[in-house]
C-alpha cells in the first residue's frame, strides 16, 4: 500500500504564489517520475509538470514561465512552486507518483486526495 498526502494548496490573489507539497509513504521499493495534474472545473484534467527520478522536467506551455517541479528523493516528496499565479490556474491540482512497491516487479501509478488551489482576480 501506497499512500500520498498532499498540502500546501488554498485562496490567493491573481499574481501570488503557493507552494505544493505530496509526500509519498508505504512499502515502496522505488519511485521512478513524481508530477502533478490538475482538473479546473468543467475542464479535462491536465498534466501540469512532471519530474524524473533523475530530475529531467517537463511542463505545461500554459505554467512553464511560472510553475517549478523539484522532489527529493531521500523524503519521497515532489512539489511544486506557483508563482505569478493567475485565475486559470483555479483548479484541484492530484499529485501522482509511479511506485514500485517492496516485493514487487512494477511500476504503479498512485494518486494523492487532491488539494484545492483557487486564484482571484
Known amino acids: 500500500q501506497v499512500q500520498l498526502v498532499e498540502s500546501g494548496g488554498g485562496l490567493v490573489q491573481a499574481g501570488g504564489s503557493l507552494r505544493l507539497s505530496c509526500a509519498a509513504s508505504g512499502r515502496i521499493f522505488s519511485i521512478n517520475a513524481m508530477g502533478w495534474y490538475r482538473q479546473a472545473p468543467g475542464k479535462q484534467r491536465e498534466l501540469v509538470a512532471r519530474?524524473?527520478?533523475?530530475?529531467?522536467?517537463n511542463y505545461a506551455d500554459s505554467v512553464k514561465a511560472r510553475f517549478t517541479i523539484s522532489r527529493d528523493n531521500a523524503k519521497n516528496t515532489v512539489y511544486l512552486q506557483m508563482n505569478n499565479l493567475k485565475p486559470e490556474d483555479t483548479a484541484v491540482y492530484y499529485c501522482y507518483a509511479a511506485v514500485m512497491v517492496t516485493g514487487g516487479g512494477m511500476f504503479s501509478s498512485y494518486w494523492g486526495q487532491g488539494t484545492q488551489v483557487t486564484v482571484s482576480s
Open positions: 519530474i524524473t527520478n533523475g530530475g529531467v522536467t
